[in-house]
């Protein structure tokens, strides 16, 4: 089982446990989690749903590189699909969702991250989008809801160049809503608060704050499209063999 679901009175906990990779998500890693998320959107006794990662280097380190190193462009629209669905479902669910990001949130991980209402930072995150540097592009969100949450110009830096932040930055250009150690501590008092709070109001709330449009289909065609590239093919081989990615243009 890699992903658990503890309650704690009306506060869910969904933990992310692939330690060995960071808490990567592979195959059956993200659908574990889009199942446990469907659940708690249904769950009525669920009033708050908290994500986080196990132990105390990563979120998520992003989506299984090694495994997205032999996709076709047609397996990656799935996978893409996969990965927005679980992101939807934490933007969509008629109830908050708070991320506790206690280490790496790259990638897929940052852009679960951006899914969720609020966001929390341990003092040793880093997020970042970095898929430019494996020849793709973020594929579960993230150029739509990085410029949603930080504005076009920072989402233009941090997805251009790939660059990642440290949690004091993250939250200087509200990528976090606060740094706090220990995180999940942290989130869950906010949860317990939340928890206390109408649900129907929270619903409408979180459903009037959400209206705003998005490509969001778009950004998922186009992420499974760059598959049939040379340069993904190479960037996503590079990391897997441990050495520089050498892009050719096509
Ligand atoms: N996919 C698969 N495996 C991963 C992984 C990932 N995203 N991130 C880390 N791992 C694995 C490593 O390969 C390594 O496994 P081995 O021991 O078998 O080699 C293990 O986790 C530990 O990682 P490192 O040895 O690399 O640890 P580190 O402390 O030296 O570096 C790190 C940590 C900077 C996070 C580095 O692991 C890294 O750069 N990871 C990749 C981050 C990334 O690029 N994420 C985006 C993925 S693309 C994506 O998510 C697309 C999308 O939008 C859907």
Known sequence: MSVVVDRQDAVAVVTIDRQEALNALDVETLTELRDRLRELAEDYAARVVVLTGAGDRAFVAGADIKYMGS???????EWGALGHEAARLLEDMPKPTVAA??????????????GCDLRYASSNARLGQPEIDLGIVPGWGGTQRLARVCGLGVAKELVLTGRQV????AFRIGLVNAVADPVLEHALEVAGRLAARSPVALRVAKRL???SPGALER??????????????????????EKRPPRFVGR
């Open 101 to 114: 990001i206690n280490g790496f949130a790259l990638g897929g991980g940052c852009e679960l991250a951006l």
């Open 71 to 77: 996709l076709e462009p047609a397996e990656a629209k």
């Open 209 to 211: 704050l959400n209206l």
């Open 219 to 240: 950004e998922a065609e186009e992420f499974g499209d760059l598959f049939a590239s040379e340069d993904a093919k190479e960037g996503l081989a590079a990391f897997a």
């Open 166 to 169: 440290d949690a004091e930055e």
